[in-house]
């Protein structure tokens, strides 16, 4: 349900509206102009991919979209879109994903430059169709960039920016725009749309297919056989895969960038990369992923008034990560804790957790850090909680680091 | 920052309820959030809905625990879930229902009570009990946090279409014209 506002006098100038997550990725989408859609539906992406659908109906859209009978036949058709010059979309999450796995591996190593939006879910079996991040988590080594979204106001205007982000020349991978499952993807907000024509010249002519492409002008082959011990194949195969890594560093700078660049012709400011929140004078802080992220920032507000220097540093960009700025993020403070919405089965911590000991490495000093897993298969993470993540982060100042992680909701 | 929590049966709207509140907010120029609970909703079980209003940027994106105010869309819902957990001291309820006050069980918490018979109305619009624009009526007389003319926009503006979207719109007034409206004046009993 969306519905264009008149615009109060105070805002911008851009139209206000009021959506969900899911569908202010569809709007985004549609204002980003994709050729080629391919979707599947799957909770809880399902209402995301049914706004797309219903943008292309009512001719808001002018894109080819593709009702296939899997996921591993959409990410192959919008493989196939791609390589013919098409700007290419799709969502999907937990179940989903894992079924499309084949080709989402391939997609980064054939460099082609789509946009997916992940509903984040976690993952079955125990049953459950509630969010979470498992599904994301457990594909980040795949090579796609992992972008997390805090508010759907980010949802939209970050999926507008993976477009640019994907195409850029010195990228050319596929990004992952995550948006947690039920919070994010059925909680309606107030949002300012951007422009359509501002819009079209913040992403400029798409070139798509530049270097790989399906064209009988321009005859090629296409992931040709390489790799194994003879001849060229493994200096081949490690062009290959080092292009990839070189592409991944790029996305970096490339989404620092883009996310500048967004700040000047719209207005509206997110941190790329790490958010530092209330960290200048911080004794030990808290560390967030997507939409958990405001009432942890609430939960630090009122922990500052009780006088606790404690602040709070979020990551936006989890693929590639992005070790240097938080490295200078966390370099200041003397606890840590962690919070993720996923488990890493072989750490027995969070993936984030996990992730964030390799930054400590480089940091050079001891940090006293704990893992807290919450939030799980659609739990609640509320101010309650975040004050319980506090007070044991606090802890850490002057006691022991516990060696298991802390389940927030293992009460609820 | 203002908090409603609505109760409902699946298929009575409590879901939209929520979010053409935050529409009708919104447009008014304030932030607001709605969230719909998580389960496995189908029609007749109890849901719940949440729904934020502040004049400042809303950070939370969760369910709400300590409501100022609680719409309870269904008239037997509350024999099935307690209703006024957490509810605020001073807090407002607006209830459907076709008993009196005094008929009704309202703990000390509650000083506002805003009672609408809205299933007999909504059988009179509708032929049916789908009770939600109803309610925000109910919402607007009693608490006066949203405008009638917002919520008739929001309504507008929604996915309602002709037939139904008149429908709608006469729920909404004879909600808000039909809702009594009680202050409870708290005695210290010895």
Request: charged fraction near 20%; proline fraction near 5%.
């Amino acid at each position: 349900m969306s519905t264009i506002i008149e615009t109060p006098p105070q805002a911008t100038g851009n139209k206000v509206i009021l959506c969900e997550g899911n569908e202010a990725a569809a709007l985004a989408v549609a204002l980003a102009r994709p050729d080629m859609v391919a979707v599947y539906p799957i909770t809880p992406q399902s209402s995301l991919v049914e706004h797309v659908a219903k943008l292309i109906a009512e001719g808001r859209m002018d894109a080819d979209i593709v009702d296939a009978e899997g996921e591993h036949s959409v990410l192959s058709a919008l493989q196939g879109g791609a390589l013919a010059g098409a700007r290419t979309y799709t969502a999907t999450c937990g179940p989903g994903l894992a079924f499309m796995f084949e080709p989402y591996f391939r997609t980064p190593g054939m460099r082609l430059p789509l946009v997916m939006t992940i509903v984040t879910r976690d993952g079955i079996t125990p049953q459950s169709v509630w969010g979470g991040h498992q599904d994301a988590m457990t594909v980040r080594e795949a090579g796609w960039i992992q972008i997390y979204c805090e508010s759907v106001q980010e949802v939209l205007d970050t999926t507008v920016m993976a477009f640019k982000i994907a195409e850029h020349h010195d990228v050319m991978l596929p990004v992952n725009v995550c948006l947690d499952g039920n919070y994010l993807s059925y909680g309606a907000s107030r949002v300012e749309m951007p422009d359509q024509a501002e819009v079209d010249e913040f992403l400029g002519d798409k070139n798509v297919n530049w270097h790989v492409a399906l064209d009988p002008l321009r005859p090629m082959a296409v992931d040709p056989l390489t790799g194994g011990s003879g001849g060229k194949g493994p200096s081949s195969f490690v062009r290959y895969r080092r292009g990839q890594c070189r592409g991944m560093q790029n996305a970096l700078r490339v989404i620092t960038e883009a996310h500048e660049e967004w700040a000047q012709r719209f207005g509206r400011r997110f941190a790329p990369l790490v958010e530092s929140y209330r960290m200048d004078d911080a004794e030990f802080a808290l560390m967030t992923l997507g939409s958990m992220t405001g009432a942890a920032k609430d939960t630090v507000d009122e922990a500052r008034e009780a006088g606790k220097k404690v602040g709070l540093v979020k990551i936006k960009t989890f693929s590639p990560f992005p070790v240097e700025a938080l490295k200078q993020a966390l370099s200041g403070i003397k606890a840590l804790g962690v919070v993720d919405r996923a488990v890493d089965f072989r750490w027995n911590c969070g993936p984030m957790y996990r992730e964030t000991l390799g930054v400590l490495y480089r940091l050079g000093r001891h940090l006293p850090t704990a893992s807290f897993i919450g939030g799980l298969a659609g739990a609640d993470l509320t101010l309650e909680h975040f004050h319980r993540v506090i007070d044991a982060t606090e802890a850490l100042l002057d006691g022991p680091a516990p060696d298991e992680p802390v389940w927030l909701n293992a009460n609820d | 920052m203002y908090e409603v929590r609505i109760h409902g049966r699946g298929g009575q709207g409590a879901v939209l309820a929520a979010e053409m509140l935050a529409m009708a907010l919104v447009a008014e120029g304030k932030y607001a959030v709605s969230i719909p609970s998580f389960g496995f909703e189908r029609r007749g079980a109890p849901v719940v809905s949440f729904l934020r209003a502040s004049d400042r940027e809303i950070r939370q994106m969760t369910n709400i625990y300590h409501p100022d105010c609680i719409i309870c869309v269904d008239p037997t819902v509350a024999n099935s879930v307690d209703i006024f957990a957490g509810l605020k001291p001073g807090g407002t309820l607006v209830q459907t229902t076709q008993k009196p006050l005094d008929a009704l069980f309202i703990p000390d918490v509650v000083a506002t009570v805003g009672l609408c018979d809205a299933v007999r109305i909504s059988n009179e619009i509708f032929g049916r009990s789908i009770t939600n624009t109803l309610m925000l009526g109910a919402f607007a007389r009693t608490t006066g946090v949203v405008s009638l003319e917002s919520l008739r926009q929001a309504i507008r503006d929604s996915e309602f279409r002709d037939a139904g979207l008149a429908q709608n719109l006469t729920a909404l007034e004879r909600g808000y014209a039909e809702t009594v409206v009680h202050t409870i004046d708290r005695r210290v009993t010895l």
